[in-house]
Nanobody
Framework: VQLQASGGGLVQAGGSLRLSCLASGRTFSRFAMGWFRQAPGKDREFVAS????????YYADSVKGRFTISRDNAKNTVFLQRNSLKPEDTAVYYCAARNAIMLTATTPNDYWGQGTQVTVSS
């Protein structure tokens, strides 16, 4: 599976931005999908994930209520809608895929995208 993330950019605090991750190469619906991020000088952290089947979703506490993950299996794409952005949301955002029902903050992931930079100005 090849993952191509897009949609990053510069946004003001309080604004919104939607990230997309296009998957190719394998049957997209077999994979649980997730988003992670890495801020400068920090470890990569889990943001959100969505199951491959019943569309269950999980979020990091820091983004609950502000971010929404969704997927469109017909378009082989997973999305991350981010509202009420804060400067601390500034990071490189990565999408990940796992050939399983679900992925979490600690499960090993099978594929990673190249990352897209998001900068939130105060």
């Amino acid at each position: 599976v090849q993952l191509q993330a897009s949609g990053g950019g510069l946004v003001q605090a309080g604004g919104s931005l939607r990230l997309s991750c296009l998957a190719s190469g394998r049957t997209f619906s077999r994979f649980a999908m997730g988003w992670f991020r890495q801020a400068p000088g920090k470890d990569r952290e889990f943001v959100a994930s969505i199951s491959r089947s019943d569309l269950s979703t999980y979020y990091a506490d820091s983004v609950k209520g502000r971010f929404t993950i969704s997927r469109d299996n017909a378009k082989n794409t997973v999305f991350l809608q981010r509202n009420s952005l804060k400067p601390e949301d500034t990071a490189v955002y990565y999408c990940a895929a796992r050939n399983a029902i679900m992925l979490t903050a600690t499960t090993p992931n099978d594929y990673w995208g190249q990352g897209t930079q998001v900068t939130v100005s105060s």
